[in-house]
């Protein structure tokens, strides 16, 4: 029996032979609730089964959230009328390294990912995530969300500097490096032990907050995932365009720093923000080298003076 509504014998009115039919149902008896509302009720009423719900609705929320962002940018690849806002306009991914990079990326998130999800309500139920109808403010939402993006930003930092660390570099984050011109599909392109770590800022965040406050909507991570998605694979699609987020959210990194992170090798480690790579001066590329050096000689120079 679902725990979507708190009313169990709502459950077994609204619950019909196929999802459409349950679907109708709660319009006739739950008009009340949301265009989104509605259709999350009848998902879990018909599918009578919470680990399942969760599980299937999880999995197939990534893979069509990271494919169908993934897609326009394989098409603007096509189109020469783009290449003026290409970062680094004379790498242009061929056709067979998107094929190879989807292949790869398909079959770690049927080998890497697939578990997690499916034992993914059970943790939920106790940890307190709930499911239930109706779904918080949006407000609330918002909040939380805004707060996950800052949470796994700085998990990102922290972790990714450390894979550009050694034998961190050498026998893991390497793979994710195969691309010094990243494009969209190659944002997960990744060895499963960077996935799992890198994938905890994304997942293990909303699980400590919900750890502390013990309150948080199963929907709300739905979009907080999707948002987080969309934020990974525009930052790998190459194009930083007048209208990117960036030009109107300084702070925000977008394609353009990350795609120095891909082209030099060293800095720019953050994933959402610009502020640690600002002020920890780990700012990726030429301009910025050139920036920390002159910083560094001024300071070597008074130094040297007050030792005088
Ligand atoms: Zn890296
Ligand atoms: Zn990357």
């Not at 120095?260 to 600002?278: E, K, P, Q, T």
Request: some cysteine.
């Amino acid at each position: 029996m679902s725990a979507v509504f708190a009313n169990q014998t709502l459950v077994e009115l609204i619950r019909d032979k196929s999802y459409s039919e349950t679907l109708k149902n709660v319009y006739t008896f739950q008009p009340q609730l949301s265009f989104f509302e509605k259709y999350w009720s009848a998902w879990y009423t018909y599918m009578n089964n919470d680990v399942l719900a969760t599980g299937l609705m999880f999995f197939l929320l990534h893979e069509f959230m990271y494919f169908f962002r993934s897609l326009p940018w394989f098409i603007i690849d096509q189109m020469p009328y783009f290449r003026k806002w290409k970062l680094q306009p004379t790498k242009i991914p061929s056709v067979k390294e998107q094929w190879h990079c989807f292949k790869s990326v398909i079959l770690s998130h049927f080998l890497v990912e697939a578990i997690p999800i499916w034992t993914f309500h059970p943790m939920c139920v106790k940890l307190g995530i709930s499911v239930e109808v109706p779904f918080p403010s949006i407000k609330r939402m918002a909040l939380e969300i805004g707060l996950f993006f800052i949470l796994e930003d700085m998990w990102h930092y922290w972790a990714h500097r450390l894979f550009h660390y050694g034998i961190f570099y050498k026998y893991i984050h390497k793979q994710h490096h195969r691309y010094a011109a990243p494009f969209g599909l190659s944002a997960e392109y990744a060895h499963p032990a960077e996935t799992m770590s890198l994938g905890f800022g994304t997942v293990g965040m909303p699980i400590l907050y919900v750890m502390y406050t013990g309150k948080l909507h199963l929907f709300t991570l739905c979009v907080w995932i999707t948002c987080r998605l969309f934020q990974a694979v525009d930052s790998h699609s190459g194009y930083d365009f007048p209208w990117s987020l960036n030009k109107f959210l300084p702070f925000w990194a977008g394609a353009e720093h990350h795609d120095l992170h891909h082209h030099y090798f060293i800095g720019n480690y953050a994933s959402s923000f610009r502020w640690w790579d600002f002020c920890l001066d780990t700012e990726a590329g030429p301009e910025a080298k050139a920036a920390r050096e002159e910083r560094m000689k001024i300071k070597a120079e008074s130094n040297a003076k007050k030792s005088n």
